[in-house]
């Protein structure tokens, strides 16, 4: 009897395993992590290194970089050293990042269960809203939200999910149409299980592999937006932000690239990086790349 119960623990287990062994073999996954890693490392760790105040003047207004050791990357407009800008503004970018996605995805599932759970009048309802959410210029919308209000980092965070989850929605969505009506879904409805528990307890989590895959695509496309919307002015001025950065040297790209250059550079990689590891789990979770 405790023979049996061991195999089926390897068993229940196995699918986990089969996927992380998948994404381990995904070279995009793995580069993805050891890029990730990196940009945490650089954002949390650096200033125990590099305990240079962001917001402080410490030489000549647009100095090219290597040309003092005090500011190894050179300075803004201002005189505030680059350096100390992408060490301190990649935590304000990564939350910025992580809030909005998880707003997104947290709007997009609940949307999207209860539209692909019920059908009907409901998901007709649900995909009324979701198309007059999804119809918006996404970047527009976010600009009207934060001018409304007090341009915080909590609220382009809520500006930025606000406006990014009928995707995932419709995901969401197309998922609960897909599952509700396979076995073991009616073999739980034949047992008594009510509504609640059928929608997450056993329809969800069959679901969650594509869901997964689009919440990592969803922070790089949050990191992007925040960076659009700093360009445009309309960050929160009091956390320094990469964003931020690229928005305060726009003006001067001809004469001093460096301000705008580093920045944008560690964007790049970290929106990268959620793209690739996107990219690994997507092989992991597909049974059909698997094979490849």
Same mark, same amino acid.
Request: charged share 15%; no cysteine.
């Given at each position: *009897?405790?023979?049996?119960?061991?195999?089926?623990?390897?068993?229940?287990?196995?699918?986990?395993?089969?996927?992380?062994?998948?994404?381990?073999?995904?070279?995009?996954?793995?580069?993805?992590?050891?890029? !990730? !890693?990196?940009?945490?490392?650089?954002?949390?760790?650096?200033?125990?290194?590099?305990?240079?105040?962001?917001?402080?003047?410490?030489?000549?207004?647009?100095?090219?970089?290597?040309?003092?050791?005090?500011?190894?990357?050179?300075?803004?407009?201002? @005189?505030? =050293? $680059?350096?100390?800008?992408?060490?301190?503004?990649?935590?304000?970018?990564?939350?910025?990042?992580?809030? +909005?996605?998880?707003?997104?995805?947290? $709007? @997009?599932?609940?949307?999207?269960?209860?539209?692909?759970?019920?059908?009907? %009048?409901?998901?007709?309802?649900? *995909?009324?809203?979701?198309?007059?959410?999804?119809?918006?210029? %996404?970047?527009?919308?976010? *600009?009207?939200?934060?001018?409304?209000?007090?341009?915080?980092?909590?609220?382009?965070?809520?500006?930025?999910?606000?406006?990014?989850?009928?995707?995932?929605?419709?995901?969401?969505?197309?998922?609960?149409?897909?599952?509700?009506?396979?076995?073991?879904?009616?073999?739980?409805?034949?047992?008594?299980?009510?509504?609640?528990?059928?929608?997450?307890?056993?329809? #969800?989590?069959? %679901?969650?592999?594509?869901?997964?895959?689009?919440?990592?695509?969803?922070?790089?496309? +949050?990191?992007?937006?925040?960076?659009?919307?700093?360009?445009?002015?309309?960050? =929160?001025?009091?956390?320094?932000?990469?964003?931020?950065?690229?928005?305060?040297?726009?003006?001067?790209?001809?004469?001093?690239?460096?301000?705008?250059?580093?920045?944008?550079? *560690?964007?790049?990689?970290?929106? !990268?990086?959620?793209? #690739?590891?996107?990219?690994?789990?997507?092989? %992991?979770?597909?049974?059909?790349?698997?094979?490849?």
């Amino acid at each position: *009897m405790a023979v049996i119960e061991k195999t089926d623990i390897v068993q229940a287990q196995s699918p986990a395993r089969e996927a992380l062994r998948a994404f381990r073999q995904s070279w995009a996954g793995v580069l993805g992590i050891i890029i !990730l !890693l990196a940009v945490a490392l650089f954002t949390y760790v650096g200033p125990f290194f590099y305990p240079v105040d962001p917001f402080e003047i410490v030489w000549a207004p647009l100095t090219a970089p290597w040309e003092t050791s005090v500011a190894p990357l050179g300075t803004d407009y201002l @005189g505030r =050293d $680059i350096l100390a800008g992408l060490i301190h503004g990649g935590s304000a970018t990564l939350f910025v990042g992580l809030a +909005a996605g998880f707003i997104t995805i947290t $709007i @997009g599932i609940l949307v999207g269960a209860f539209a692909g759970f019920f059908r009907g %009048a409901v998901d007709e309802f649900l *995909m009324r809203i979701t198309e007059f959410f999804q119809v918006l210029p %996404a970047l527009l919308f976010a *600009m009207v939200l934060v001018t409304l209000f007090t341009p915080t980092i909590y609220v382009v965070s809520f500006a930025i999910g606000i406006v990014s989850w009928p995707t995932t929605a419709r995901l969401t969505r197309a998922e609960f149409f897909r599952i509700r009506s396979l076995e073991y879904v009616n073999a739980a409805r034949s047992v008594g299980s009510k509504n609640g528990r059928i929608m997450w307890r056993v329809i #969800l989590p069959n %679901a969650l592999a594509p869901l997964i895959v689009s919440a990592t695509l969803t922070i790089g496309i +949050a990191i992007l937006f925040e960076a659009g919307l700093s360009f445009l002015g309309l960050g =929160d001025p009091n956390v320094f932000s990469w964003g931020l950065m690229i928005g305060a040297g726009r003006e001067y790209i001809l004469d001093a690239w460096w301000s705008v250059t580093f920045p944008g550079f *560690m964007i790049f990689l970290t929106v !990268l990086s959620f793209s #690739l590891v996107g990219d690994g789990l997507n092989d %992991a979770f597909n049974p059909k790349l698997r094979e490849r």
